[in-house]
């Protein structure tokens, strides 16, 4: 492995250097000039121990810190600008962006990177790459009170930015790799029409049917779910786990079902947190007991979703991360994960939620509920809930 900054004309043309004293690891007897492969892109070494990849051109700012990796099939890149090992201060911000803080090789073997300001920052500077699967959670533009985002812009505004980011998180996903794009209903058109026009293949449009009270409708029916668009980037996702759950037989079921049933695209066994009458306690709440976040996605939601789309070691983004489920979940099943969020107050409660787990946000609790998906084992590296989570479900 070597680490080292990238000079200009190797960020502006698309090559690394590799050093001379590194080339006997990295590059050994094998004659020159050869192809490779880079982050799974077609590349190139010279003979001068330059790897060249259409794939660089323009990836890194001049400056950034970046890792080369040798791998099985080629190399392996990610930039670790700005990274440090621990939480950094305040008083070290640069700019008005921040990698708040970074946990590389954590017990789990994975690794997370909470950044916080302008996601649109990040992957610009090339800090987001090779991401296997994203959760895209925006603002609904639904007048709710964020401390930087103006929830009642223009729907003009409002389309054009949500556009810009699924533009870019689609150009930093690997071939094969998937979003999961929360929405209102009301919204499914603009949804739909942003990950056509960003490249995005629709594999699905799930309803989520929330375990919670309607939105009363008065000239028309009252409002019970969001959708979620399952796109992917080329026809076919890298990976797809066939999930199976325990679902409880309807009482006019004829049968026992003796190894449950497949995951469909209408989800209405995962409770909402943000609306009804009781959040549960899941929920983060300030000293006062109000939630500290009126869109908090519920680990359930999440898990289903990264069980679905990677495998242990894949990378989740959560560009719009909020409080982090994303991040809590991809940690626990030993994914690596990056979160973008604006707002530092909820970076600081993401940070706290992964260096101590909350018994709410403990996964192990909903393992027997996917014990009939046929390769949980390879899926969800961890261990089965102990009798004390299972009372928590
Ligand atoms: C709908 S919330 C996400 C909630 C999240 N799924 C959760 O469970 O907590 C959207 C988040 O995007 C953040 N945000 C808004 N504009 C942003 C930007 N330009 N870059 C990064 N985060 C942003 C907001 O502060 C808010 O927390």
Avoid at 314 to 331: E, I, K
Wanted: hydrophobic content about 35%.
């Amino acid at each position: 492995m070597v680490t080292k900054v990238l000079k200009k004309m190797e960020a502006l043309r698309g090559f690394i250097q590799i050093p001379a004293g590194n080339r006997a690891e990295l590059i050994g007897n094998i004659s020159l000039p050869c192809l490779t492969m880079l982050n799974g892109n077609p590349a190139r070494l010279d003979t001068r121990g330059r790897l060249w990849s259409l794939y660089l051109k323009n990836k890194f700012l001049t400056d950034t810190k970046i890792e080369l990796n040798k791998t099985g099939n080629g190399y392996q890149i990610i930039s670790v600008n700005n990274v440090q090992e621990s939480a950094v201060s305040e008083s070290n911000r640069q700019n008005d962006t921040l990698l708040v803080s970074a946990n590389l090789e954590s017990d789990t073997g994975s690794w997370y990177k909470v950044f916080e300001g302008d996601c649109l920052k990040y992957f610009n500077e090339g800090s987001v790459i090779d991401v296997d699967l994203t959760f895209f959670d925006p603002p609904y533009r639904q007048g709710k009170d964020y401390r930087f985002f103006d929830d009642n812009q223009p729907a003009g505004k409002y389309w054009g930015w949500i556009k810009e980011i699924v533009s870019r998180i689609y150009d930093a996903t690997v071939d094969g790799g998937a979003i999961y794009f929360m929405q209102r209903e009301k919204n499914t058109e603009q949804v739909l029409r942003v990950l056509r026009k960003t490249g995005w293949r629709l594999q699905n449009l799930i309803v989520w049917k929330k375990k919670t009270s309607a939105v009363p409708g008065t000239f028309r029916f009252s409002k019970q779910y969001q959708i979620i668009a399952y796109a992917t980037k080329g026809d076919k996702p890298r990976v797809f786990n066939r999930l199976r759950i325990d679902l409880p037989n309807l009482p006019e079921y004829k049968y026992e079902r003796e190894n449950g049933v497949y995951v469909t695209d209408v989800w209405d066994d995962i409770r909402e947190l943000t609306s009804g009458y009781f959040a549960g306690d899941e929920a983060i709440r300030d000293h006062e007991g109000n939630r500290v976040h009126t869109q908090q996605s519920p680990v359930a939601l999440l898990l289903r979703v990264i069980l679905s789309s990677t495998l242990p070691g894949d990378t989740v983004l959560d560009p719009l991360a909020g409080t982090g489920p994303a991040l809590v979940v991809a940690h626990q099943l030993k994914r690596n994960s990056i979160g973008i969020e604006i707002d530092s107050r909820y970076v600081e409660i993401i940070k706290s939620r992964l260096q101590s787990l909350r018994p709410a946000d403990n996964i192990a609790k909903y393992y027997d509920y996917y014990k009939y998906t046929p390769n949980l084992k390879e899926i969800w590296p961890t261990k089965k809930a102990t009798p004390e989570q299972k009372r928590l479900l």
